[in-house]
């Protein structure tokens, strides 16, 4: 089972920048991709975007597009979602996840709260 901790959250302003980290443990050989979403209060789970971890190909929605870039370290097995150009709609809890060939999101996170303030 790959177990996975995320770490870099906090509150910042509008228009700030912050970086988060996901670091997975276990069997990492069996990861496909690693992906990011995010739940505002009171809202769905929004899939942020993704990592294809053997070729690096990236992938994102387009709310965040241009604006957040996903990259990995492979030899530390994690998982990095920099985050530029802040806006208070980016308030969440931001979650890491695998996954698998089949498209599941097979391991999660526990999470990480974002906030920013306007």
């Known amino acids: 089972q790959v177990h996975l901790v995320e770490s870099g959250g906090g509150l910042v302003q509008a228009g700030d920048s912050l970086r988060l980290s996901c670091a997975a443990s276990?069997?990492?050989?069996?990861?496909?991709?690693m992906v990011w979403f995010r739940q505002a209060p009171g809202k769905e789970r929004e899939f942020v975007g993704g990592?294809?971890?053997?070729?690096?190909?990236?992938y994102y929605a387009d709310s965040v597009t241009g604006r957040f870039t996903i990259s990995r370290d492979i030899a530390e097995n994690t998982v990095y979602l920099e985050m530029d150009s802040l806006e208070p709609e980016d308030t969440a809890v931001y979650y890491c996840?695998?996954?698998?060939?089949?498209?599941?999101?097979?391991?999660w996170g526990q999470g990480i709260q974002v906030t920013v303030s306007s």
């Open positions: 990592i294809r971890w053997s070729v690096g190909i990236t």
């Open positions: 276990g069997p990492t050989f069996s990861i496909y991709a």
């Open positions: 996840s695998v996954e698998s060939v089949g498209g599941h999101y097979d391991y």
